[in-house]
């Protein structure tokens, strides 16, 4: 089956930084799209940012020149890398992957969640 696991979330003070990371198993995981998403309470969850398998990135707009996604495929891993953290950046973040071609019966798969808390 496939399992993804993030981890790294933690509190940090604003203006402080976080890295997260996710480990996939169970596939091969090339052709996926890979990415973070991210629920606040009482919002819906959002994307964060993606990395396509041709390792092409996207960011959400409020967290644009703030966030890198990337992904090492050998390890089947991808990484957050959170700089300038800001209050509105306290959510549950979810690792996911997405495959186009449903290879295994879905197209997406999450991780558990880790929490990030900014504050002061």
């Known amino acids: 089956q496939v399992q993804l696991v993030g981890s790294g979330g933690g509190l940090v003070q604003p203006g402080g930084s976080l890295r997260l990371s996710c480990r996939a198993s169970g596939s091969d995981f090339n052709g996926y799209s890979m990415g973070w998403y991210r629920q606040a309470p009482g919002k819906q969850r959002e994307l964060v940012a993606s990395c396509s398998s041709t390792f092409s990135a996207n960011y959400a707009a409020s967290v644009k020149g703030r966030f890198t996604i990337s992904r090492e495929n050998a390890k089947n891993e991808i990484y957050l890398q959170m700089n300038s953290l800001k209050p509105e950046d306290t959510a549950v973040y979810y690792c996911?992957?997405?495959?186009?071609?449903?290879?295994?019966?879905?197209?997406?798969?999450w991780g558990q969640g880790t929490q990030v808390t900014v504050s002061s």
């Open positions: 996911n992957a997405h495959d186009p071609y449903r290879r295994l019966g879905k197209y997406d798969y």
